[in-house]
Structures are given as C-alpha cells and as structure tokens.
C-alpha cells in the first residue's frame, strides 16, 4: 500500500470506530425503551459496516476507466430510484417526509446512492469535456439539466439538504473543471433564487432560517439549543465516555444528525479538534490523490468523491453549531444510516482504486 492509501484507510477505519461507539453511546436509551435491548442500532449498524466493507473492497478493485463508460446507467438508475421513493406502497413516510424505498430487510434512502452515482457522472463528464466548457449549451448546460430534474425529485420528497449539497457539488467541480466563471455566475444567480423561493415556499423551512438567525427563540430551534447546550457542557475536556446528558431523550436524533453533538459532550474541545483533524487529513489524502492521478477522469472522479464526502461532514457540523440551518444530513461514518454508510464506503472504495492506479 502506498502512504496516501495508507492515511486514507486509516482515517476512514478510525472514523468508523469512533462511529460505531458514538452509535451506541447516543442510542442506548432510546434503543432500550423502544426494543428492550440497548445495543439494537449498534448491531444494525454493524451489519451496515459489514456490507458497506465489501462495497468498499468491490470499488477498490473495480477499475476506475469503467465508470466513465457506466455513465448514463448510473444517471438512470440514480434517477429511477428518486422516482420509486413517490411510488405508493414503495415509498417510506418518516416524520413527513418519503425518502426510503421499502426492501424486506431495511429501508434503502435513495438520496445517497443518488449523490454518489450523480458525483461520479458529473467527474466523468467534466473528464470527457475537458477544454470545451466554454460552450454553454453543449458543455456547460447538460450536467445542470441532469442536476434540474433530480433536484426536482428530492424536493418532492423533501429533501431540501440533499439537493443543496448536489448544487454545491455541482457549483465547485465545474469551476474546478475550468467553467467560465460568467456562466457560473449566471446559474449561481438562478440557484439563489430557486433557494430563496423554495424556503419561501414551506412554512417549516421558513420557521428553521428564522430559528437559525434568532437561536434564543422558541420552538422549531429547540434541536438546536439542545446541541449547543452539549457544545457548553463539553467545556475543554468532555464529561468522558458515556456520560452525556443531552443523548437521554433531550436531543432529539442524537445518534443520527446530531450525533456530533453528543461527542462534543463528551469529549469537549479536544474532541472537537481531533474530528477536525480527521476531516482534514481526508480533505489532504484525497486532494493528494487527485492531483497525483494518472489521467482526467482519474483526476475528477478523486475531486469528487472527496468532495463528496468532505462536504457532507462539514455541513453536519456546522448545523451542530448553528452555523448553517438544519439540513437533515447525516455525518458520513460516524452517525446511524445504513444507505448513507454503505455509500460513503463506497465512496472510498473508488478512492482508493484511483490511489491504486496512481505510478
């Protein structure tokens, strides 16, 4: 293994340790109360890693050239799923919003495996349109019409965070590409405002930016307050292992987006900068990676994917935080989610198959 393989898998192990403990340590109680057994989202979890390893070990040796020629089947395939969440008798409702597709042994949240096939469409394609960017209806506007009708899809559901993150996503590979910054000022101007409509549009999403510029006010900021009120309680060093207040039934979804939370708890500033830490060295080895790639579509697809999943964890902690408004998302590894951790595995799967490929 070469040493930019070597950090990656070693962060990515590490995060998914600390994962599974923080899995546990957040839901215990609630697991108890509701199954009789504390260790129920733990076990799930641990079948999830399970299958999300051996999703990682098949994209660590299936060859990266393949993706750029599996394209439109991951477009369609990406889509048909967002497609058959709003089937009836299909489609799973958790506290309003349908975002699951019923399988006999779990629910399957199409989104995530919706991003990663979007991510790597979009770094092949960027891959394939090298120097030819410029023309805006055939090199610029194709991604964003895919992108349109997705974003389309996730807002049916709702999935407000989803189709943000792609946007992002989006935004950032086209510029990193070469796109004409015009161009890019153009649809930046289009997706502000579709932004500003679509929060306008909802009243909940209203209430969550309002709640967010005045974290002292009542109601819908209640998630919020709880995760700062563990932030404070963390202080320099933690309460320790387990000792978390705020995971007893006063945080709601602590084992899941605000999972980051309960480990600020517990172990406090310290903790904090070494999840910092993590996400930079994976933010380093895979810009590493990338730069290194021996051809484009290498280049792109290790932009991506670390993108991908960098992006996600930045937006999880900062909405921790209160610096972003709540957005739904999970942190890759280290809250519960079965799709979103077999993904994320994925993910590095294909990472370290363009690392591998690397002279």
């Known amino acids: ?9 070693t962060v990515v192990a590490t995060m ?6 923080m899995v546990f340590n957040a839901s215990s109680i609630k697991a108890f109360n509701a199954y009789g057994q504390s260790s129920h989202y733990l ?12 999703a990682l070990l098949v994209c660590a040796r299936f060859d990266y050239h393949w993706w750029g020629k599996l394209t439109l089947p991951l477009v369609v395939i990406s889509i048909g799923l967002l497609v058959l969440v709003l089937v009836p008798g299909f489609g799973v409702s958790v506290k309003g919003a349908t975002r699951w597709i019923r399988t006999p042994f779990f629910n399957l949240q199409a989104s995530e495996f919706c ?9 092949a394609y960027l891959a394939k349109r090298e120097g030819r960017l410029d023309d805006f209806k055939r090199g610029f506007l194709p991604p964003w019409i895919i992108l349109g009708i997705i974003v389309a899809l996730l807002m049916k559901e709702p999935d407000f965070g989803s189709a943000v993150v792609l946007g992002a996503l989006t935004f950032v590979l086209l510029f990193v590409a070469g796109a004409r910054i015009k161009h890019l000022a153009v649809l930046g101007l289009i997706g502000s405002v579709g932004v500003v409509v679509a929060i306008a549009g909802r009243g909940y999403r209203m209430q969550r930016l309002t709640s ?16 700062l009120i563990a932030y404070g309680a963390g202080g320099v060093s933690g309460a320790g292992v387990g000792n978390s207040v705020q995971k007893l039934l006063y945080l709601p979804e602590a084992y899941t987006d605000f999972i980051v939370a309960v480990w ?12 910092v830490l993590l996400i930079t060295l994976l933010l380093w080895v895979g810009l590493k990676i990338s730069h290194s790639a021996p051809d484009r579509l290498g280049t792109m697809l290790a932009f991506g994917v670390t993108l991908f999943l960098v992006l996600q964890m930045t937006v999880n902690f900062w909405v921790t935080l209160g ?9 890759p590894f280290l809250s519960y ?4 951790l077999c993904v994320s595995l994925a993910a590095v799967g294909v990472l370290y198959n363009v690392s591998r490929q690397t002279r």
């Open 212 to 227: 967010f510029l005045d974290v002292g006010g009542n109601g819908i900021s209640y998630q919020l307050k709880q995760s």
């Open 264 to 275: 600020a708890e517990e172990f406090g500033f310290v903790g904090i900068m070494v999840l």
């Open 115 to 123: 991003k990663l096939g979007f991510v790597i469409y979009l770094s």
């Open 1 to 9: 293994m070469k040493r930019n393989e070597i950090v990656l898998m």
């Open 323 to 331: 610096l972003l408004p709540t957005k739904g998302l999970t942190f």
């Open 16 to 21: 998914l340790c600390l994962g599974l403990l």
């Open 337 to 340: 989610g079965g799709s979103s």
């Open 43 to 54: 076990v799930r979890q641990l079948i999830f890693a399970i299958f999300g390893g051996v």
